[in-house]
C-alpha cells in the first residue's frame, strides 16, 4: 500500500480551508444538502483537492467531525486539576463541559450529526469516540482511573449532558441559574457513591 505523502505548507493550509468552509456549510445546511462544488465555491481550489486529500465529502465529512470535537473539547483537555478536591473538580469539569456543549456551535453540531447518523453509523461510531468517550475519559482521570472511576465518569457526564443538551437541541433551553443548579445536583448526587465505586484519589 503507497503512503500518502506529507502535505507541504500550502497543501496543509489548502486542507485546512477545505475543512473550514465544509464545517460552515455543514453546520448551516446539514451534510446531504451540501455539495462538493459549494465547499469549493468557499475555499477555492478544485474538487480534485477534496477527493485527493478526503477521498470525497464523506471523507471531508469525517475530518469536520473529528476538527470539530477536537476544538470543542479544547478547553476541557487543557484543564490541570493536579490534586483539587473531587467536589471542586467535578464542578471545575461540568462547568467547562457544559460551557462548551450548550453553545450554539455545538448544538448545531450535535444536530449535524444527529441528521447524518443513519446514513453513517460508523461515522456516529467515531463522533462517540472523540467526542462523548473522550469527555468521559478526562473525567475518570481526575477521578483516580479504573474500572470503578470510567463507570462513575459516564454516569456523570450523561446525568450532566442528557437534559441541558436535549432541551438546547429542542430550542427550550435551560437559564443560566437552572444550570448552574443541575450541575450542582448531579455533583451531590455522584459524590457519595464515589466512596464505594471509585478508588480514592492518590
Keep these: 500500500m503507497t503512503e500518502t505523502p506529507a502535505l507541504t505548507a500550502r497543501g496543509l493550509a489548502r486542507q485546512q480551508a477545505l475543512i473550514a468552509a465544509a464545517t460552515t456549510l455543514?453546520?448551516?445546511?446539514?451534510?446531504?444538502?451540501?455539495?462538493v462544488d459549494e465547499v469549493v465555491a468557499i475555499a477555492g481550489g478544485s474538487k480534485t483537492n477534496i477527493y485527493r486529500q478526503f477521498g470525497g465529502k464523506e471523507g471531508l465529512f469525517a475530518a469536520v467531525v473529528d476538527t470539530l470535537c477536537a476544538e470543542l473539547l479544547s478547553p476541557l483537555v487543557q484543564l490541570q486539576l493536579g490534586d483539587t478536591p473531587r467536589a471542586a473538580g467535578l464542578?471545575?469539569?461540568?462547568?467547562?463541559?457544559?460551557?462548551?456543549?450548550?453553545?450554539?456551535?455545538?448544538i448545531a453540531f450535535q444536530r449535524m450529526v444527529t441528521a447524518a447518523s443513519d446514513q453513517f453509523p460508523a461515522l456516529m461510531a467515531r463522533w462517540y469516540e472523540v467526542g462523548p468517550r473522550q469527555s468521559q475519559r478526562i473525567i475518570a482521570g481526575f477521578l483516580g482511573g479504573g474500572?470503578?472511576?470510567?463507570?462513575?465518569a459516564v454516569l456523570f457526564?450523561?446525568?450532566?449532558v442528557t437534559e441541558a443538551v436535549s432541551r438546547a437541541m429542542m430550542?427550550?433551553?435551560?437559564?443560566?441559574?437552572?444550570?448552574?443548579?443541575?450541575?450542582q445536583n448531579a455533583v451531590a448526587l455522584l459524590?457519595?457513591?464515589?466512596?464505594?465505586i471509585c478508588a480514592p484519589l492518590e
Design 171 to 183: 430550542g427550550t433551553p435551560m437559564p443560566p441559574d437552572a444550570v448552574a443548579q443541575h450541575l
Design 26 to 35: 455543514f453546520l448551516a445546511k446539514g451534510y446531504a444538502s451540501v455539495t
Design 91 to 106: 464542578m471545575i469539569l461540568g462547568r467547562t463541559l457544559l460551557g462548551q456543549l450548550l453553545t450554539p456551535r455545538h
Design 147 to 152: 474500572p470503578g472511576c470510567a463507570a462513575a
Design 157 to 160: 457526564h450523561d446525568m450532566l
Design 191 to 196: 459524590l457519595p457513591g464515589l466512596a464505594e
